[in-house]
């Protein structure tokens, strides 16, 4: 199985509308994850009635509407996010792992390169380590079917940002 890319974002997923487009004319899936692991006033704000219903103790809850479902089951300890990346986005080229901007840094996502959208030139900068890349939609895709999309080589001379 390949590896599923995971990056950091702080935009809403409208950001990243050209690369989910691009993604998909050329077959590939990308995933959203909206990490808040320490949150959970958030979760039952958000789940409601299925949040009440994991509480009871049932397997799984689940709402479906007109534009999609939504899961959520118990769990019995701290959200690991290699886990959930397993367990929920499978055939996914990428993640995209939304994080709240300002919020204190979680050790699972600061390490993880971060995705943004670039306005010169359009496109998107993704930081990474000491790195630094200001990508095309298609030129991000490119990369993200690599196993290290992020390492530095000729391809990326005078694009890294050093």
């Not at 959520?72 to 901007?101: Q, S, W």
Request: glycine fraction near 10%; hydrophobic fraction near 40%.
């Amino acid at each position: 199985m390949r590896r599923i890319h995971r990056l950091r974002v702080t935009e809403g997923s409208q950001a990243f509308a050209v690369l989910a487009a691009e993604l998909t004319r050329r077959g590939e899936r990308l995933g959203w994850l909206d990490w808040r692991p320490h949150s959970p006033a958030w979760a039952a704000a958000s789940a409601g009635p299925l949040r009440d219903a994991v509480v009871l103790g049932v397997l799984r809850a689940v709402r479906v509407g007109e534009d999609g479902a939504v899961a959520m089951k118990p769990r019995t300890g701290p959200a690991v996010l290699a886990d959930v990346i397993r367990e929920y986005f499978r055939g996914c080229l990428a993640v995209l792992v939304h994080v709240e901007e300002g919020v204190p840094g979680d050790p699972e996502t600061s390490t993880l390169p971060t995705l943004q959208t670039a306005t010169s030139p359009p496109g998107y900068e993704v930081a990474f380590g000491t790195g630094r890349m200001n990508l095309s939609a298609v030129e991000l895709c490119d990369r993200l079917r690599r196993p290290r999309p992020f390492a530095i080589d000729a391809a990326t001379s005078g694009r890294d940002g050093s």
